[in-house]
């Protein structure tokens, strides 16, 4: 059973998630109208993911005698500045978010619930992963600078679902 303090942390943690989808899904959305198809799937995909995620925790506070609420969510911005924007904001919410896991795991410990301190590791591993990747992209996205032929090898390569 998850107490009531834990409980509301991770429906918090629902709703940043959720609206981590929304972001990501807007993003694709910009990135599709731009012509940039390789980096809109990549985009899709990890919308997908973030629902994923909130989906994981809805799950696991239903399991637990709480009970997993819907979030309202806000309608996030429709423009991007350019894409080296995007995967600057992607790196910096994926910062906050691992943050955010880490206030639940420490949450976990002062409460002593092991089990969803067990259970939050898997975030814990996911945000590092996160964190990588979002750091990769803007690495390649130096590199690449203002030559088109890079952007469009990086779009090509983003197209595949192995790649990222
Ligand atoms: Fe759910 O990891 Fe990104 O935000």
Redesign the pocket.
């Known amino acids: 059973m998850v107490s009531k303090k834990v409980e509301n942390a991770l429906n918090a943690q629902v709703a940043k998630?959720a609206m981590?989808s929304q972001v990501y899904l807007a993003m694709a959305s910009w990135a599709e109208v731009q012509g940039l198809e390789g980096i809109a799937a990549f985009l899709y995909r990890h919308s997908d993911?973030?629902r994923m995620?909130a989906l994981k925790l809805m799950r696991y506070i239903n399991e637990r005698g709480g009970h997993a609420v819907v979030p309202a969510l806000g309608k996030p911005p429709k423009e991007m500045k350019g894409i080296m924007d995007v995967f600057k904001s992607i790196l910096q919410?994926?910062v906050e978010?691992s943050g955010e896991i880490n206030d639940i795991v420490d949450l976990c410990l002062k409460e002593k619930d092991y089990t969803t301190h067990n259970f939050m590791q898997w975030y814990v591993a996911?945000?590092i992963e996160?964190e990588r990747l979002a750091r990769t992209m803007l690495d390649k996205l130096n590199l690449i600078g203002n030559d088109k032929g890079g952007l469009y090898l990086f779009d090509r390569d983003l197209n595949n679902p192995g790649s990222a």
């Open positions: 998630e981590s993911e973030e995620h919410q994926e978010v996911e945000q996160e």
